[in-house]
């Protein structure tokens, strides 16, 4: 029983795959964990990331906002900015920016990885899961996204 349950918690976190069918692949990405994974030494360290299972690109036009849907069981994004790129994960439209913008409903410019998943304390959700995030940019060229469960 121990074993069962040690597999289990393996399963959970990500230690072993498991195997799903063609339909549920072709609905759910393959989001990996976002860990900071150990050196030669064992020790955690924050520069190294695994790779993402689930990348697609965005094409971006020059100063025309960009829905993005969050994939399904995403809590992290890694944006790949090749150019100027703000990003607004309030639920509004991103801008790009061209007046001073205090009410905190402006745009992020070029985000580090972002952690997008529910926020909760206690038990309670404070904050739910973003569904949708914007993106724009000042010039025409390809976003990549990296996701993350």
Avoid at 87 to 95: E, I, K, L, S
Avoid at 121 to 136: K, N
Avoid at 138 to 149: E, G, I, K, S, V
């Amino acid at each position: 029983m121990k074993k069962l349950i040690i597999i289990a918690l393996m399963v959970c976190i990500g230690c072993f795959p498991v195997p799903i069918s063609k339909a549920q692949a072709a609905s759910a990405p393959m989001l990996v964990p976002f860990e900071m994974m150990p050196d030669a030494l064992g020790h955690t360290t924050t520069q190294i990331i695994p790779a993402g299972r689930f990348t697609p690109n965005y094409a971006l036009t020059a100063n025309v906002a960009k829905t993005i849907t969050v994939p399904a069981g995403a809590n992290w994004v890694i944006f790949s900015a090749q150019a100027n790129l703000w990003v607004n994960f309030n639920g509004g439209a991103a801008v790009v920016p061209s007046v001073d913008v205090l009410d905190g409903s402006g745009s992020y410019y070029n985000p580090p990885p972002v952690y997008i998943g529910p926020i909760s304390a206690g038990g309670v959700i404070l904050c739910p899961a973003l569904t949708t995030i914007s993106v724009i940019s000042d010039t025409t060229w390809a976003l990549t996204a990296m996701w993350y469960r």
